[in-house]
């Protein structure tokens, strides 16, 4: 450690350390603008200069290296008109608009220059202007003559998101951040260049000029969206959420969200938001009151069960919805003897239930200080944005990281190794990096593996696995929401499960949604979730679930509602018009109280941020009342606590130690398939994944939300006649749809890549298993 004296006091900091960071550490200010503890240090906005003893003029205190007995002062005369000066050079060009700026009230600059700014301006010249430009529907660039070139946001797409999409161009005063040459900025996690930016030159598009910071009310809450259970900072006003950002909290989301977490609060308000009760008559949509509603679903729920039996009743949840949800979900149907009960609409194999409880096997911010990594099945940067970016922090570090995977993504992550498998070869792929560790660590491969021969990139990956374990060597086989939605799951977690075990590393599932694992752990579960709808019920009761975009089968789901009696769908918004009996309008996670639990185990509760939306009531309180009104015991809850202290335990925030990703099971092998299927691969694009996403109006206007298009490879692509561009018609089980073009040279010879989860492909079957491909004929084209 070296030690300083910096203001009068004494500070000890790592060698390598620069005096703003003894700064922090004695709780110090400094002013500064360039400098970000999460980004590198660039020492172009000269704020931090500050006075060291022996040195001639000030120095930046984010660009010094400490170094032993120095003394530094940040508040001396010397430092203060230095600062000063440097404030001034800052408002030369800066633009007098603080009265209509998006950033007044919140904004760094206008902060100093209270304090480091002079009354009046000395510089008499015009100011420079610089052209709006346009990065898209998400971050504004329209008063980028307020840029200070700090170059926060450049550094940001380069060292953390992986993608340089703002750089600096022209020098001196003619200096300007902007996009490349006709690009806009489609990061997943753009929105945080918005939070970077110090002055008001990156501003929200959607919050831009809807309110003022002081007006607005903090509250905090948690994400419903993917598995890391992000924090955030609600604001509200007028009882309408204006704006989210992120909560810090270093053990999960640092001070990052994704896009999806930041800006999908535009769906909240909606038009399509069910605000009322609506029971359907004669075909017609009805508004009613809650007590008619319910009272109807009572009555119609208990004919169906005495006419047909509890076993013809299914109630299906999803993973977006509370604990205190699911664990009510499931409470009144299995005391009202139905247990068709289940929230893993896009799982196909149950062989692990009773055994595994699936969750990240490890501290989501041990992601960072991986040394090796093999990742399966995953969409990794659409699916988890966040923990992508712990991922690529720990490969900067040195980590190693392999691929399996059936498309050639890129996560803008350097990937030491890729084995791109047609999905259902992927066994045989994870059957030669077994047999390659087996090799590796000189010992016997599992039983049924001495056919099998591992290829040049099944051994690389098994050398960058199969190091000596010890401090340096923290690793994780990691398995996707492909292979935990894969017809052959089981059998890919146990090899899975092999590998880990031998190469001494943490096995986990980076897991699907908010509160999969909360779902699990409050038994929301059925025999076999598959059979909901392959086996058509005469009663479902949806509770957030869209089924027609959610379902492993989208196509047989819808058949099976179409055909069902009664269809009660517990939602924040209209759907299912066509297959729906009753329409019950339930709280988005904005406008409840509840808890996520997320991949590592930890349980965080949230209060509702606004007042429910029209009749809108929370769905823990529907779910009692029907409970009472099925004539159920123990349906007496006054508060989402209470519920949650029964499904989990009071007090209690880590669930780790109920969780378990090791099977008994026993290990098979597979050889690859000859190729001669054409198979499907079908992510869910990340705008795509849950109610609210799917409805957020500037997430929709985004490149990811574009429509799906079929991916052909250029084999496959030849020989049908088929070129980038054309209209294709892709068929599977009943259904068929014309779907536009792309090539990809590095799909395996036999994929093709439709997504699920949207409107448009969900006339189709399976996310996995055969599907055929042809050229659109002229009619179709026609009628496309």
């Not at 070139?149 to 003619?174: K, N, P, S």
């Not at 994400?223 to 006003?237: A, W």
């Not at 992927?426 to 047999?435: D, Q």
């Not at 799917?694 to 206007?701: G, I, K």
């Amino acid at each position: 450690m070296v030690e300083i004296e910096l203001d009068g006091k004494k500070v000890e900091v790592p060698p390598g350390s620069m005096v703003m960071d003894a700064a922090n550490k004695l709780g110090t200010y400094i002013p500064h603008f360039c400098y970000h503890k999460k980004l590198s240090i660039a020492a172009n906005c000269r704020m931090c200069l500050v006075e060291v003893e022996k040195a001639p003029k000030p120095l930046p205190a984010c660009a010094t290296p400490v170094s032993p007995g120095m003394i530094v002062r940040s508040h001396s005369d010397k430092a203060v008109q230095a600062q000063k000066s440097v404030m001034e050079f800052l408002l030369i060009n800066h633009p007098l608009d603080c009265p209509i700026c998006d950033q007044g009230g919140e904004c760094q600059l206008q902060d100093l220059a209270v304090g480091y700014g002079k009354g009046e301006s000395r510089y008499k010249e015009e100011k420079r202007v610089v052209t709006p430009k346009e990065a898209g529907p998400l971050i504004s660039m329209e008063e980028m003559a307020r840029c200070i070139q700090c170059t926060r946001c450049v550094r940001f797409g380069q060292e953390v998101a992986g993608v340089m999409e703002f750089g600096m161009v022209g020098r001196g005063e003619h200096s300007e951040i902007t996009t490349f040459v006709g690009k806009t900025v489609d990061s997943e996690v753009s929105g945080n260049m918005i939070d970077l930016c110090p002055v008001g030159a990156l501003t929200s598009k959607p919050f831009r000029f809807s309110a003022r910071p002081w007006e607005l009310q903090r509250r905090r809450s948690v994400s419903p969206h993917d598995s890391l259970g992000s924090n955030l900072i609600v604001q509200v006003k007028g009882g309408k959420v204006m704006r989210v950002l992120p909560l810090e909290n270093e053990h999960i989301n640092e001070c990052w969200l994704s896009d999806k977490d930041r800006f999908s609060y535009e769906s909240l308000d909606n038009a399509s938001r069910l605000i009322n009760p609506m029971i359907k008559q004669g075909g017609q949509w009805q508004e009613t009151d809650w007590q008619t509603a319910l009272e109807y679903v009572a009555h119609g729920l208990r004919n169906i069960r005495h006419e047909h039996g509890a076993d013809s009743i299914a109630a299906v949840g999803t993973a977006h919805s509370t604990v205190e949800e699911l664990y009510l979900l499931q409470k009144a149907m299995k005391g009202f003897g139905v247990n068709n009960v289940d929230f893993r609409l896009r799982q196909t194999d149950f062989a692990l239930d009773g055994q595994v409880v699936p969750h990240l096997g490890l501290p989501i911010a041990d992601l960072s200080t991986l040394k090796r990594v093999l990742v399966v099945g995953s969409f990794l940067r659409k699916d988890h944005p966040l923990a992508a970016l712990r991922i690529r922090a720990a490969v900067k570090s040195g980590a190693k990281l392999s691929i399996v995977h059936g498309s050639h993504d890129d996560n803008l992550i350097p990937t030491a190794n890729r084995l791109i498998a047609a999905p259902s070869d992927w066994l045989a792929a994870l059957s030669e990096i077994a047999v390659a560790v087996a090799a590796a660590k000189g010992i016997a491969a599992p039983a049924g593996f001495e056919n099998i021969q591992a290829g040049d990139v099944a051994k690389s990956i098994a050398a960058t696995l199969a190091v000596e374990n010890g401090a340096e060597s923290l690793g994780a086989v990691l398995l996707g929401n492909a292979v935990a939605n894969h017809p052959q799951a089981s059998k890919l977690h146990a090899v899975a499960q092999w590998i880990a075990e031998q190469t001494g590393m943490k096995f986990g599932y980076f897991v699907e949604a908010a509160n999969t694992v909360g779902g699990y752990l409050v038994g929301a579960t059925s025999a076999n979730a598959a059979n909901l709808f392959a086996q058509p019920k005469k009663a479902y009761v949806l509770l957030n679930a869209e089924p027609e975009l959610d379902a492993a089968n989208p196509s047989q789901a819808i058949r099976a509602l179409q055909g069902a009696e009664m269809v009660v769908a517990m939602s924040a918004f209209k759907h299912g018009m066509d297959y729906a009996d009753v329409l019950l309008p339930i709280s988005p996670f904005s406008e409840t109280a509840g808890t996520f639990v997320n991949c590592e185990g930890r349980a965080q509760s949230f209060n509702g941020t606004v007042k429910p939306l029209g009749e809108t009531r929370p769905a823990w309180k529907v779910l009692r009342v029907l409970g009472n009104l099925l004539g159920l015991q123990g349906f007496d809850y006054e508060t989402a606590e209470s519920i949650r202290d029964e499904a989990l335990g009071k007090g209690v925030t880590d669930h780790s130690a109920k969780l378990n990703n090791v099977a008994n099971l026993t290990v098979s092998a597979a050889s690859y398939g000859n190729g001669s299927q054409v198979e499907r691969l079908a992510d869910v694009p990340i705008y795509f994944t849950d109610a609210l996403a799917r409805r957020s109006e500037p997430l929709q206007r985004t490149a990811d939300a574009q429509a799906p298009l079929a991916t052909l490879p250029a084999t496959l692509a030849e020989q049908l006649g088929v070129k980038e561009g054309d209209l294709v018609t892709v068929s599977q089980g009943q259904g068929a749809v014309n779907l536009v073009a792309a090539i990809d040279t590095r799909l395996p010879a036999n994929v093709v890549r439709v997504a699920a989860g949207h409107e448009l492909t969900s006339v189709l079957g399976d996310m996995f298993g055969s599907i055929n491909v042809s050229k659109a004929t002229i009619q179709a084209a026609e009628a496309a």
